[in-house]
């Protein structure tokens, strides 16, 4: 299974063209991967992505792309000043039925109530799993093992494996790989242009379908 931000077009600005949408998929169904979720973002500079935006995108790719994969729609959260207002919501697109949550935090610079927030998600009974936490730029180990503690769930990108993100996310990528700390993994191809190079990757010996599935065990 992966999990794919800019599949659904006209939710941002980094959103894909549906044709380049369907090439993605098609690319993806030839390395094996069986299900994809679209995380369409939700924060403030997206306020148009409300649930039923998102679901009408989604079933127009839906309604175009009808080959093997199994798609699925999902959100990923930006924690910033609309994410309280999101959280106090009952209709949150998570990735599960048991509340997963995915989070995401600018890689940069940290909000001021990052911590707060995600002990007020998971005080509303959702299991936040944060996206990418390896690119972010001021966590260090000893955050990483404070978000497991407080139960938090982490999806690791490949390309951060392979070192494509920079020395720093691939030296915590492999940290936390190498204690089990990631549930999710998504592919981190994003474009059709980058996936030309996906195929010389060799990641632990593990091809790109075995290495997104292994973070689902």
């Known amino acids: 299974m992966d999990y794919q931000p800019y599949l659904l077009s006209s939710t941002d600005n980094w959103a894909m063209p549906e044709n380049k949408s369907i090439e993605l ?3 993806l169904e030839s390395s094996g991967v069986k299900d994809v979720v679209c995380i369409p973002p939700v924060r403030k500079e997206n306020p148009q992505n409300t649930n039923d935006y998102l679901q009408r995108r989604f079933k127009r790719l839906t309604s175009t792309y009808k080959d093997a994969i199994h798609l699925h729609l999902a959100a990923r959260y930006r924690i910033d000043e609309t994410y309280f207002l999101h959280l106090q919501s009952s209709e949150l697109l998570c990735l599960k039925e048991d ?3 995915l989070v995401d935090v600018s890689p940069l610079q940290e909000y001021t109530n990052t911590w707060r927030l995600l002990e007020a ?7 936040p799993v944060l996206m990418q936490p390896e690119r972010v730029t001021y966590w260090r180990i000893g955050d990483f093992a404070r978000l497991n503690k407080m139960g938090c769930k982490f999806m690791g990108s490949l390309y951060s494996l392979h070192g494509y993100n920079g020395d720093t996310a691939l030296m ?3 940290y936390l790989r190498q204690r089990d700390w990631y549930d999710y993994y998504c592919s981190g191809m994003e474009d059709t242009k980058v996936m030309r190079y996906v195929e010389q990757w060799h990641i632990k010996n593990l091809n790109i379908s075995t290495l997104l599935e292994s973070g689902m065990d």
């Not at 998600?121 to 299991?127: E, V």
């Open 99 to 101: 509340m997963h949550l």
């Open 121 to 127: 998600t998971i005080q509303a009974g959702f299991i």
């Open 25 to 27: 998929l098609h690319y």
């Open 172 to 174: 915590h990528s492999e």
